[in-house]
């Protein structure tokens, strides 16, 4: 085996074809598929399953990429360090459920970053994707949440991943509305009175358990829901439409705009704890990069715990 071949794997996962990886490699088709074929007859595995539309990763090609990641990574460490590779990007990589102070840490940390030399990437995405990303080295860090509810399946899942949570900060639930809602100069409110308004939520896929969803108290009746797939839109749904989410509490105007605001939730009797725990994740056993340090230092100082 050798790193050649494993830069090759890597490629070929990231593009999902074997005519896109050899343009990005400058090396023919027939060339990689000989080197792919080499490197499976000698591990004894099949790492891709060939279609018409392109490949996709067997289970055994998973498990070979997560660590072939791992080793091409300090590979190009070290490649850095002893052979001034300056032409060599260092990488770095969020996932994280929809939160704007996610963002703005991310974006105070690359300001500290020369990013000609960095290779940058934030994902807002769904909350498994959060966990995988992670798993699969895709990202350095993911933001999420556990809760009452949740915290029994994603805990499990987190496990299998070989991933940690760290906590970050509890928050209590809030109705996150557009200025104009008829409810927004409320000093709290009950889901008695948000059923005239549609409940807005991020959407996590057909076939996603109901763990993953990001919003706190996802198990309540709502006469009307909407679902969205990103922030913007969200937003957007709530001066449309009153549309309401409910959320940890925690804004940025620098990035939402000042036009909304977060009102206090009563869950009322019977109800499931209200309560959030917001915390990143990692993989076990890892000690962060200097702009992960720095990542997590930007968002401790926006929440205020550090």
Known sequence: MTLQQIYYVITISETG????????????QPSLT????ELEKEL????????????????????????????????EILEQKYTGGAD?????????????????????????????KYEFAIRETKTRDVIDDVSNLRSEIGILY???????????????????FHRLIDCDAYVYLWKGNPLAKEKSITLKQLEPY??????????????FAEEILSTNEYQRTIKACDRATMLNLMVGLNGYTLCSG??????????????????????????????????????LSKMGELYIREIKAYLGTE
């Open 17 to 28: 074809s074997l005519n896109k990886a050899a343009e990005k490699l400058y090396v023919s």
């Open 34 to 37: 000989s080197a792919l074929q």
């Open 44 to 75: 004894g595995i099949t790492i891709f399953n060939r279609g018409g539309r392109g490949v996709t990763l067997t289970g055994d090609g998973a498990d070979f990429l997560l660590y072939a990641r791992q080793v091409y990574s300090q590979y």
């Open 88 to 116: 060599i990007k260092k990488k770095f990589g969020v996932s994280t459920q929809h939160y704007s102070f996610a963002v703005k840490a991310f974006v105070e940390m690359v300001k500290a970053f020369d990013t000609s």
């Open 146 to 164: 556990l809760s009452d509810f949740n915290r029994k399946a994603i805990s499990k899942l987190l496990r299998s991943g070989e991933l940690e």
């Open 198 to 211: 549609p409940c807005l939520s991020f959407e996590q896929g057909d076939n996603s358990s109901f763990y």
């Open 250 to 287: 925690i804004t940025c105007d620098e990035l939402n705009g000042s036009d909304y605001c977060a009102v206090p939730f009563v869950a009322g009797d019977g109800n499931e704890s209200g309560v959030m725990e917001i915390g990143y994740v990692t993989r076990q056993n890892t000690i």
